[in-house]
């Protein structure tokens, strides 16, 4: 995370402020968080206020809200439920 941190820089997305592919193959990786326990995902990203600002502008994207279904946070909580995940709470 701290690696990405750094590519941030100045703009909301990656290398620069207009969403292009780099964002496109690493927005899943934002989407893995979505449905994990809040103060989980905070302490995630304390301190990552570039990748904190990503998520932002990643969740303020019509397309990457359509990228999943309505049951998507349940679907993946259960998922990690049933493999026993250390996030699964």
Known sequence: MEKLEGALEQWPYF???????????SAPLCRYFDPINPAVTQLIFH???RMSRWREALASRESFAATVG???PASFK???AERQAILAD
Not at 15 to 25: D, I, Q, T
Request: hydrophobic share 45%.
């Open 78 to 80: 259960q998922h990690l």
């Open 70 to 72: 309505q049951d998507y």
């Open 47 to 49: 301190g990552l206020p």
């Open 15 to 25: 290398f620069e402020s207009v969403f292009s592919l780099v964002n496109a193959v």
